[in-house]
């Protein structure tokens, strides 16, 4: 009996080893991206998070300088309403009620610049004008222009059809010829409970709107 002959045995390659000796880079690598990627997520929420936080400090300064500007507009308003305020007690304080001949009669020629014999008060007045009082125990007040120094009204008021005039008392914006703003005052004069009339003068608004426009221009550098 022959024996069999055995010839070179033929293995096939074990991987084993290179997986085993592969295991700790691919790790390395996986763990290397994950890192990678927790990266960049927190930076994308970091920049994120920046941007939102920016967002929200911009909305508060624009808020804040809003109510600052309105606050200071409102207070620049006021003092201007109060210099004009003290410039028509002036006047008002100049005007005369007195008995001429028997009949009482209204003298306005010691008024500051609207009188003739005084020299005007250091102002920069556009107008200052007289309306006699017509119906003054009426509803609302009306007047009929008497007398005006300074920019002239509209040609109409002085047409003798024309009626009396529906007067606002108070302060009030008022646009003159070629855009120009003008603050406007007009207060009832009385003598006792008899309403004289109502005395009216304008000035221009040029010196607040200059400084409002100021004020924007430092809040907006600012902002």
């Not at 808020?63 to 002036?90: K, M, T, W």
């Amino acid at each position: 009996m022959k024996a069999k002959r055995s010839g070179p045995k033929h293995s096939l390659p074990r991987l084993g080893w290179d997986w085993v000796s592969l295991r700790p880079t691919f790790q390395q690598h996986l763990s290397r991206k994950a890192e990678t990627k927790e990266a960049g997520l927190f930076q994308h929420s970091r920049r994120r998070l920046a941007r939102s936080f920016a967002g929200v400090m911009g909305g508060i300064l624009v808020v804040f300088a809003a109510f600052f500007y309105r606050l200071e507009a409102e207070n620049q308003l006021q003092a201007f309403d109060e210099e004009l305020q003290v410039q028509a007690r002036i006047m008002a304080a100049a005007i005369k009620y007195e008995l001429r001949q028997g009949q009482w009669r209204l003298v306005l020629n010691e008024v500051p610049f609207l009188g003739g014999k005084t020299q005007p008060l250091e102002h920069h007045l556009v107008y200052v004008r007289w309306f006699d009082a017509v119906d003054p125990g009426g509803a609302e007040p009306l007047g009929s222009l008497r007398q005006y120094t300074g920019s002239p009204p509209p040609l109409k008021w002085f047409a003798l059809d024309s009626p009396p005039h529906r007067l606002s008392l108070g302060f009030e914006t008022v646009v003159a010829e070629g855009g120009r703003l003008l603050r406007q005052l007009t207060l009832p004069v009385q003598q006792g409970e008899q309403i004289l009339g109502y005395l009216q003068l304008a000035v221009p608004l040029e010196p607040l709107q200059l400084s409002l426009g100021r004020l924007r221009w430092g809040l907006g550098i600012g902002i």
